[in-house]
């Protein structure tokens, strides 16, 4: 009975190190709208390529790339199960870990946007820029409780420090094509009131030390509950385009806002 027990132990060891990769696509196509292919190696150090529905009337499907994943045991002690994870495309780069607990789900990294995606996403708006937007210390926290029944009100917190370096943009306005050469910028992303919300400031404007006053944004986004995403500029932000809001308002107040159904 023994040696029968401890056979039986080793081959449920077995089988569970040996976990094929595709029990990811199994649960990833079960809970998401991410296509999982190519599964390769096992559930606990493997990759596989992930793809979703794109955006209506531009692109049927929007490759997510290649997703590189390797277990890390010791965050066990935490009761969180945990990757290291790295995904790579052409148009963008995540690099960080995926924790699991039981009733939430905890990524953290830095993610990297090349300009021809955020020109894809630009492109209603007739605006191109340049160069890289990076996204550093990200940090996304989901609950998973059956009481979340939406990503928006699944989001517990987020928060994530942004740089873009700065260079050409062109952007039309009034039937007229501008270009010019806008300074670096950078940013933060947070969470209030239940809302992901974005403000960007000219680069090294959005620290603030003792006497000075607060710095003042050029751009001011907030995606709502039900789904809307606004994005405001300010008065500021019109005179570094060249384009000056002939008010008397002061710099920080949002002059020209739009808003979209994101979700």
């Known amino acids: 009975m023994k040696y029968l027990l401890i056979g039986l132990a080793t081959l449920l060891l077995c089988a569970v ?14 809970s998401t709208e991410i296509a999982v292919t190519d599964t390769r190696g096992s559930l606990w150090n493997g990759s596989a390529m992930l793809s979703m529905p794109g955006i209506p009337e531009k692109t049927q499907t929007f490759e997510l790339g290649r997703l590189n994943w390797k277990f890390v045991p010791q965050a066990l002690f935490s009761l969180c199960l945990t990757y290291q994870v790295e995904l790579r495309a052409q148009t963008h780069t995540f690099s960080g870990r995926i924790c699991r607990s039981k009733d939430s789900l905890l990524i953290e990294g830095d993610l990297k946007l ?11 708006y007739d605006m191109q820029v ?16 059956p009481n979340s029944a939406t990503l928006l009100h699944a989001i517990k917190d987020l928060s994530a420090q942004m740089h873009w370096p700065g260079g050409p943009i062109q952007y039309r306005l009034s039937g007229l094509n501008h270009e010019l050469s806008l ?27 003792s006497g000075q006053k607060p710095p003042t ?13 606004s994005i405001g500029i300010t008065k500021k932000f019109t005179e570094l385009l060249n384009q000056p809001w ?11 806002e739009v808003q979209e159904k994101l979700l």
Not at 17 to 30: D, V, Y
Not at 130 to 144: P, S, V
Not at 184 to 205: C, D, I, K, T
């Open 217 to 229: 944004p050029l751009i001011l986004g907030n995606l709502d509950q039900n789904g809307w995403i």
């Open 183 to 209: 300074p670096a910028m950078q940013g933060e992303l947070g969470y209030e009131n239940r809302s992901p919300n974005m403000r960007v400031f000219e680069q090294n404007e959005n620290s603030v030390t």
């Open 246 to 256: 002939p008010g008397s308002e002061p710099d920080h107040a949002v002059v020209l």
């Open 17 to 30: 190190f040996f976990a094929p990769a595709s029990l990811i696509k199994n649960g990833l196509e079960s």
């Open 130 to 145: 340049t160069g890289l937007l990076e996204m550093t210390a990200l940090r996304l926290e989901m609950d998973l409780t």
């Open 114 to 124: 090349h300009s021809s995606l955020l020109n894809s996403l630009l492109i209603d």
